[in-house]
């Protein structure tokens, strides 16, 4: 798996354990390091560690969720912040980043069973539900150290959406592995909201570069019904969604593509069949995998992007991981929605 390789041997993953936002390709040196994009990690070498066995995997998941549960853990404000905290305390927590790190502490402790993951993975989760909470939805940014709501924005990342569904499975995770029932009705209040407003994510800008990153993030929103199989509601919200975000992914793919946004579709589409909820269009999976394939670089990373300029000049984490499993998937490896990174 080259793009396993990646992860272990490119210097994404710094000495402390923590893992970079992404690569600068043309400088030649790593962004800063962020909570939210080591959560992924932990969870795409938990992946890549299930697929070989390779212990040398697990090793630096282990490594990257010491980082977590060390040194980024905020003590006094018993959070996960954005980014380091500043010398005064002073930093962001987001609603989103928080429900990632403690699914990739849960998928490291599904192997190793380190009771300090888990623990630590309940106190994020509880910190989700009483330090975002708003009117009828979860506030995706708080200010530390007091825990006050940053303004929304028009930006999709600074408001409240569809898209904060893939964090709140972080709840169902917890509930299925503690049988406590708070969770539950937790993700039920998410998914109540996000069925409520996914219509009107998309486009939701006139930009159609800006309408690339909400497909990403509307992506998310589609990942996260996957796990409500059984719900009418929830198959026809994927049924909609898939032709929607899909359409709009090769309107815009000519200004602007991402390849993480293939990537994703490519991986609802896959795990909606197996799941039974839908049919595969296999015209559409077999170009986005084709799609996919063109991002690859020579050290195994994936590109993040590409505009007719050429491609963007970063080498992703979280692209790497979804691109990898998304061609993984689509050559037949078995994937459930745990596995999904």
């Not at 040398?56 to 980082?67: G, H, K, N, P």
């Not at 006139?206 to 690339?212: D, G, K, L, T, Y």
């Amino acid at each position: 798996m080259r793009a396993g390789r990646w992860f272990l041997e490119s210097g994404i993953q710094e000495p402390s354990g923590g893992v970079a936002r992404f690569h600068h390709t043309d400088l030649n040196r790593n962004a800063a390091i962020s909570t939210e994009i080591t959560g992924y990690t932990i969870s795409t070498l938990v992946y890549f560690f299930r697929a070989t066995q390779d212990q040398s995997y697990l090793e630096s998941a282990r490594r990257a969720a010491s980082y977590l549960v060390g040194t980024a853990w905020d003590e006094q404000g018993s959070t996960i912040p954005f980014e380091p905290l500043r010398a005064d305390g002073g930093g962001f927590s987001y609603f989103f980043d928080c429900g990632i790190i403690v699914r990739g502490l849960l998928a490291l402790w599904r192997v190793t069973k380190d009771n300090v993951l888990f623990d630590r993975a309940k106190q994020i989760a509880l910190s989700m539900a009483f330090d975002f909470i708003g009117d009828g939805c979860f506030h995706p940014i708080v200010e530390l150290p007091e825990k006050q709501p940053l303004a929304y924005e028009t930006r999709w990342s600074r408001t409240p959406g569809c898209y904060q569904l893939k964090s709140a499975l972080a709840w169902r995770d917890i509930a299925e592995a503690s049988t406590e029932p708070q969770p539950v009705h937790l993700w039920k209040q998410m998914l109540a909201y996000s069925l409520a407003t996914h219509e009107a994510f998309l486009p939701g800008d006139a930009s159609p570069e800006n309408v690339m990153d909400r497909l990403h993030a509307y992506c998310y929103f589609l990942e996260a019904i996957l796990a409500e199989p059984d719900s009418a509601e929830c198959r026809e919200a994927l049924r909609v969604g898939i032709e929607k975000a899909g359409a709009l992914l090769r309107e815009i793919r000519p200004l602007f593509e991402r390849s993480d946004v293939n990537a994703q579709l490519l991986r609802v589409r896959i795990l909606a069949a197996n799941l039974r909820i839908l049919a595969i269009d296999e015209p559409a999976a077999q170009e986005e995998a084709r799609a996919i394939g063109t991002f690859r670089r020579e050290d195994g990373g994936f590109w993040f992007g590409r505009k007719p300029s050429g491609f963007l000049p970063y080498s992703n984490p979280v692209s790497t991981a979804f691109c990898a499993q998304g061609l993984e998937m689509y050559a037949g490896r078995e994937t459930t929605l745990h596995d999904l990174i």
